[in-house]
């Protein structure tokens, strides 16, 4: 029986909050489109603080940043998208952001709730008991966590855009934000994703140079090659060279390529070295 | 009916044509002189008109139901309309059904744009004046404050004012969609025709950054540009300069397209990452239609903007019975409240008139 007052138990209340965002904007949506802004936040708040108690308790269980797992990891991509949704959400002019972050948290914390197996196990001591690895690793996901809210107002811009030039503007499209203050976001936010990513790899780099023997080659591989995607990207756009629908495409091809690079990061954690203990369990 | 009682007597769009209604209509100065015909009325309570192009309609708070019939008449002379006309197009409401029509008047649900929200404002100035003057008391002091309450209600309760309804401002909602606040936007004006005017005054009036004009007969288009606070351009540049603009509102009459693809190509490559946004309101069309199939372009013509306005007539009207019922629910609400003091609480209806009475809490 699940124990409420668990990490796990809060992380269940909280997904039903996310769920919350998601049946609430639904059930508006469905009638006549009326919003309901103030809900969605209070709802995503909620939850919000709900995670958090559950995340910081599991990482006093485990005298760390909770990444151990796939679990964890899940977790913590939701919490930070959500996170990055209360900061900069309340400036766009709808709650369609909120409700579309909603749904993801909602998914990400559901499936991870719901598979028993990526939370049995978990890599113990897995930074190696150095703060910066850790700093790292967190970092890292931050960044996916951004990455995650630019797949959302990239699916975001796509409806607009769609629903712009196929005539089609009424109902819950018309609650969407604009197309110029969606790519705007977009932009920053990839700013920001790459940024953080940087930031990361930088803190990251530093370890594995002084420790070339722990340092994981295809971890490494496929996190670089996320980061370069990501800074080509960026630089096209700048450039002026990939823009509106291409650029949301290939947004989203990045928060793609990011949910799989969890697969291989998270398995290389697995592999039987004998410093397994200071592993980075994330890019 | 010899007794207390709330009316409205009036003429309104619904059955007054356009040249009754001018007659009738009063500007400021004649609703000021008829306010001090009304106010020597015996036994005429409280009172406020409303008059705007659509509608003018006097509510009052009556000892009696000949008040209706002296009113009636001090309007009627006033603007020099024969009685027996005014009787063909006349509104006469009493109690519940006076105080639930100016519920549905101040929602815009008796509007000719059904649920526009102009009347809002309104009703709200001519109750204003009305209590400046000292000819409000404590039962249309409720009645208005409550229908002000209501309208607002309805509005965010159920989607008549959702949409925009006129072309004009349809168009501009459609620029909302694409660049947010229009503060920043240039907007072209191609040609100097009556729908392509009204679409730059809807325009401006939505704070659009800068509007430049240009037409075939350059002095009809500085004219424009002077009545609309824009500038002038000279209609030969329109094209080699289209990348400076952001909205393109082609309303000319040329028997051709006056803004090609190729022309839209060579302005999306000086401004790849700024959407273009191009309403072509004329007939035959200003703007070639293979500018949809580019990139950061949305064109919209005549038949979509029109739909668009149809579609969102169509979603309000079919709000109506929703609103209504809200409406009506408020209405007998409030006459509950309000019949009793009117027949017998004291310094109302009992014939002691309180102008300028304090709105009831």
Same mark, same amino acid.
């Given at each position: 029986?699940l ?36 809900? %969605? ?8 603080a709900?995670q958090?108690?559950g ?12 990444l151990g797992?796939?679990?964890?990891i899940f977790?913590? $991509? ?9 900061? &900069?959400?309340? %400036? ?12 993801l948290?909602?998914?990400l ?19 190696g008991?150095?703060?910066?690895i ?5 970092l ?10 630019l797949?959302?107002?990239? =699916?975001?811009?796509?409806f ?6 196929v005539?089609?503007v009424?109902?819950w ?21 790459v ?8 803190v990251?780099?530093v ?5 070339t ?6 971890k ?7 980061w ?7 630089? *096209?756009r ?15 091809a ?5 949910? *799989?690079?969890l697969?291989? =990061? ?10 397994v ?5 994330v890019? | ?6 009316f ?7 059955v ?6 001018? @007659? ?13 015909d ?13 008059s ?34 005014f009787?063909?197009?006349?509104l ?11 519920l ?12 526009e929200?102009?009347?809002f404002?309104?009703?709200k100035?001519a109750?204003?004046?009305?209590q400046?003057?000292?000819? %409000? ?12 309450q209501?309208?607002?209600l ?7 004012t ?6 004009a401002? &349809? ?10 606040d229009?503060e ?13 005017e009204k679409?730059? @005054? ?6 659009a950054g ?13 004219? *424009?540009a002077?009545?609309l606070?824009? $500038? ?6 329109h ?6 603009f ?12 006056? =803004? ?18 191009f ?10 239609? @293979? &500018?949809?199939?580019?990139e950061?372009v949305?064109?919209?013509?005549l ?13 309000? $009207?079919a ?9 009506g ?22 014939g ?5 009475g304090?709105p009831s809490?």
């Amino acid at each position: 029986m699940l124990d409420f007052l668990s990490a796990r138990g809060w992380l269940w209340s909280a997904a039903f909050f996310y769920l919350a965002v998601f049946t609430a904007g639904t059930v508006g949506l469905l009638r006549h489109g009326r919003r309901a802004s103030n809900l %969605t936040y209070a709802l995503m708040v909620i939850g919000y603080a709900l995670q958090l108690a559950g995340l910081s308790l599991r990482g006093k269980e485990v005298g760390g940043c909770p990444l151990g797992n796939q679990f964890e990891i899940f977790q913590f $991509t939701a919490w930070s998208a959500t996170t990055l949704y209360l900061m &900069v959400g309340v %400036t766009f002019r709808s709650s369609m952001l909120g409700y579309f972050t909603g749904c993801l948290a909602a998914v990400l914390s559901l499936i991870s709730l719901a598979v028993p197996a990526w939370d049995a196990t978990r890599s113990s001591k897995l930074f190696g008991g150095n703060p910066w690895i850790e700093f790292h690793a967190a970092l890292a996901l931050f960044s996916y966590g951004v990455f995650a809210l630019l797949a959302l107002t990239s =699916v975001m811009f796509l409806f607009r855009n769609y629903s712009l030039k196929v005539k089609r503007v009424g109902g819950w499209f018309s609650f969407l934000p604009s197309i110029l203050e969606l790519e705007v976001i977009g932009l920053r936010l990839l700013v920001a994703a790459v940024a953080i990513l940087t930031a990361s790899l930088a803190v990251g780099s530093v370890w594995w140079l002084r420790d070339t023997a722990t340092a994981d080659v295809g971890k490494i591989l496929v996190t670089v090659a996320v980061w370069a995607a990501a800074l080509l990207v960026l630089g *096209l756009r700048l450039a002026s060279l990939l823009l509106a629908r291409r650029f949301a495409w290939a947004c989203l091809a990045l928060f793609g390529a990011a949910l *799989l690079s969890l697969g291989p =990061v998270d398995s290389s954690r697995h592999q039987p070295t004998p410093k397994v203990a200071t592993t980075v369990p994330v890019p | 009916m010899s007794q207390p009682n709330v009316f409205v007597i009036g003429a309104t769009h619904h059955v007054a044509p356009i040249a009754v209604r001018e @007659k009738l209509t009063l500007n400021a100065e004649q609703s000021a002189a008829l306010q001090q015909d009304l106010a020597g009325i015996t036994g005429l309570k409280e009172f406020t008109v409303i008059s705007t192009c659509n509608r003018i309609e006097i509510y009052g708070v009556a000892a009696s139901s000949e008040v209706a019939a002296a009113v009636q008449a001090a309007f009627c002379q006033r603007q020099r309309f024969a009685a027996a006309e005014f009787e063909q197009f006349r509104l006469v409401l009493r109690d519940q059904s006076a105080v639930g029509h100016l519920l549905e008047v101040a929602a815009g649900l008796d509007s000719q744009m059904l649920g526009e929200t102009e009347i809002f404002g309104q009703v709200k100035g001519a109750y204003a004046a009305a209590q400046e003057r000292g000819v %409000t008391g404590p039962v249309l002091n409720r009645i208005f404050q409550k229908a002000f309450q209501s309208a607002k209600l309805a509005r965010s309760q159920t989607g008549i004012t959702e949409g925009q309804v006129s072309v004009a401002n &349809v168009a501009v909602e459609l620029a909302a969609n694409i660049f947010g606040d229009l503060e920043k936007t240039r907007v072209l004006l191609l040609g100097a025709g009556d729908i392509g005017e009204k679409t730059a @005054k809807a325009f401006r009036s939505r704070g659009a950054g800068s509007l430049v004009v240009t037409s075939r007969r350059m002095e009809r288009a500085m004219e *424009l540009a002077s009545e609309l606070g824009a $500038t002038a351009l000279p209609f030969g540049q329109h094209e080699s300069r289209l990348a400076e603009f952001d909205i393109v509102v082609g309303s000319t009459s040329a028997p051709d397209t006056v =803004v090609s693809a190729a022309a839209t190509t060579a302005a999306m490559r000086q401004r790849p990452a700024r959407p273009l946004f191009f309403i072509d309101l004329a007939l035959p069309r200003d703007i070639d239609p @293979k &500018v949809a199939a580019l990139e950061n372009v949305f064109l919209y013509n005549l038949d979509d903007l029109a739909r668009i306005a149809s579609e969102n007539l169509a979603a309000r $009207t079919a709000e109506i019975a929703k609103c209504r019922a809200l409406l009506g629910g408020r209405a007998e609400a409030l006459w509950r409240h309000i019949e009793p003091k009117l027949n017998g609480a004291p310094g109302s209806a009992s014939g002691v008139y309180e102008p300028g009475g304090q709105p009831s809490p």
